[in-house]
């Protein structure tokens, strides 16, 4: 049977009706186009491509490719420009030179954590990562000089790496030249060092509680940089009150706080100030000092966010940075072979790697370097905020506006870098074979935000890749040249694909 007709009133109301919502989705368009010509141009915001209401500039910033689509837009709009993520506008740093000026010449003026909803959520401004203002500037100095007071930089942190580099070897020997993934045993060899300054003691890679929680900060550094994770960092205020997978990342947050927490509680019950055995022990001690001062910023929960900022960024960019490292490193087994020369040339067999080997071993010094320029682990750095309103080239930036330092765009400046989306020792390498320092290199970000723990980092991704190469070639279980190096996820991090190697020993 024919479908009987509407009544002509009841079509032309639905015609009207449509029409009206037609008519303002083109008014608010109208609206936001006219506030976004308003706010940028010469003395105004940087320019960019223009937003559309809710969705900002989601059309053309893709989620799961941020870096990339950011590093086109640059290549548009100049070294300085604002994209609008969600209804927030970001202005974007593009090339060395902008983001030196910003991190570093003008570093007071570009101070700020900026807008990180993920962070902000789980850390709700406490910590190290995720805190601004006078409670960041003092947790973090008492941070490193207590990281410091533990041995970064001196002998005995190179002592506590190079023997857990021993239990790792043990723990590959294990594998009998048969294949496996490296990402658990890297997670905890790397976590234990860092658990060792926090918590005062390591934990067996068995422990079922211990590789649980090496799990959580692995799925963490996924989700975050998932198409969920990046769809949340732009549109928090909805997201919040929706299900779906974004919802996980936070689960696995308390999972690991409150492993911090249990730590916390085992602490107190046995303190002596006159012999503080980690960071968690100085942090008490800390607190009994200024119990009495009003808002002091050293209490239970920051020492709790504390304690998981450095536990989570002490395990997982260095872990992923030498899981990466070891990948390349399949794909490419010539370069293998000239770093493992260097190490029969200048360490031998008998003995470990150390830091001082490094200015005799060029070669392994430059692709440690190119490791991390070529993967870029942290593309966007963390982002920063103008602490004021700020005259920026010849723009004027409203105080709070995030900041994001493009550090791909540094890493990969083909100016500094020939051919820098290959991945090539030489270009840390002079023509007489010495190692050559280069400011573009900011794996770790520049300036007053730059990671707390870098100088612990470089240590542990050379000496690590040093002693394992000293006593394994890794051999990958497919052809090199069907390994893909591309990131399976890259978001504000760069995940790794997922791979199995062997390890045969020397």
């Known amino acids: 049977m024919p479908e009987p007709q509407k009544p002509t009133s009841t079509w032309q109301m639905e015609l009207l009706g449509a029409t009206g919502a037609v008519l303002l989705v083109c008014i608010a368009c109208l609206i936001s186009f006219t506030a976004w010509r308003k706010r940028s141009g010469k003395g105004k915001m940087p320019p960019g491509p223009v937003p ?90 008492f941070a490193l000089t207590t990281l410091r007071n533990f041995g970064m930089g001196k002998r005995s942190i190179e002592e506590r790496i190079q023997e857990e580099a021993d239990y790792l070897l043990e723990e590959i020997t294990k594998t009998k030249g048969m294949p496996f993934d490296p990402t658990s045993m890297l997670s905890c060899s790397v976590s234990n060092v860092i658990c060792s300054i926090i918590f005062g003691n390591r934990y067996d890679y068995k422990d079922k509680k211990f590789q649980a929680l090496t799990k959580n900060m692995n799925n963490i550094f996924e989700m975050m940089n998932s198409h969920w994770g990046q769809l949340y960092q732009m549109f ?19 999972t690991l706080k409150a492993f911090v927490s249990e730590e916390v509680k085992t602490h107190q019950a046995s303190l002596d100030p006159s012999s503080p055995r980690d960071f968690i022990d100085c942090f008490l001690s800390k607190m009994q000092e200024e119990k009495e001062r009003a808002n002091s910023h050293f209490h239970l929960k920051n020492l709790v966010t504390s304690a998981f900022d450095l536990f989570i960024a002490g395990t997982e960019t260095t872990s992923t940075t030498i899981r990466y490292g070891l990948l390349l490193l399949l794909k490419y087994p010539k370069i293998q072979e000239k770093v493992q020369e260097e190490i029969d040339q200048v360490v031998g067999r008998s003995r470990r790697p150390c830091v001082a080997d490094r200015t005799q071993m060029p070669y392994t010094d430059a692709v440690v370097h190119e490791i991390q320029r070529f993967i870029t682990l942290v593309p966007l750095s963390l982002p920063h905020a103008v602490t004021k309103d700020t005259r920026f080239r010849e723009y004027v930036i409203p105080k709070g506006t995030t900041i994001f330092p ?11 870098f020939a051919n820098p ?55 990958p279980v497919v052809d090199p040249q069907e390994l893909s190096i591309a990131p399976t996820l890259s978001g504000t991090g760069n995940v ?7 390890a045969l020993p020397r």
């Open 52 to 141: 559309i209401p809710i969705l900002g500039n989601m059309l053309q910033v893709k989620p799961k490719d941020l870096a990339k689509t950011l590093q086109k837009l640059g290549e548009k709009y100049g070294p300085v420009f604002t994209v609008h993520m969600g209804s927030e506008p970001v202005v974007v740093l593009h090339g060395h030179d902008v983001v030196k000026e910003a991190l570093i010449d003008r570093a007071d003026e570009f101070t700020s954590r900026g807008h990180m909803p993920i962070g902000d959520r789980a850390n709700n401004g406490l910590g190290i990562i995720f805190s601004n203002n006078e409670g960041w500037l003092q947790v973090r100095r």
């Open 236 to 254: 928090p205020k909805i997201l919040d009150y929706l299900p779906g997978p974004h919802n996980k990342i936070f689960t696995e947050f308390d």
């Open 406 to 416: 493009l550090l791909s765009s540094v890493l990969h400046d083909s100016k500094e």
């Open 421 to 475: 989306e290959e991945f090539n020792p030489g270009h840390f390498l002079n023509d007489n074979g010495t190692f050559k320092k280069s400011e573009f290199f900011m794996p770790f970000s520049a300036g007053k935000r730059i990671c707390p723990g870098e100088g612990l980092a470089r240590m542990e991704i050379f000496l690590i890749l040093s002693i394992i190469l000293q006593n394994f070639t890794l051999k």
């Open 496 to 502: 790794p694909p997922v791979y199995q190697l062997r």
